[in-house]
């Protein structure tokens, strides 16, 4: 679960870091791979990254950051979502 909270909190960063055109494609990405992990893990590991997803793209952090974030969301979007 811990996992899961880590890259839904990326997920939320990128959110942030992302121009305001490009953010609902990465709020699309987010629920397709919740949906994924509802399917594989169950609901409350889906529930538990979309509250991070919401919790990264609210809480203020360091937009330095923002090419890792970017950078590690998009690896996991590459392995999980292009199945």
Known sequence: MTGLRR?????????????TDQ?????SQAMRLSNAIAMH??????FNF??????????PF???????????WNDITAKYLSQ
């Open 7 to 19: 890259i839904g909190v990326m997920g939320g960063e990128v959110v942030q870091c992302s121009a």
């Open 23 to 27: 953010r609902d494609t990465v709020i």
């Open 41 to 46: 893990y169950g609901l409350a590991a889906a």
């Open 50 to 59: 979309s509250g991070a997803v919401g919790y990264g793209s609210g809480k």
């Open 62 to 72: 360091d937009k330095s950051g923002c090419s890792a974030a970017e950078s590690g």
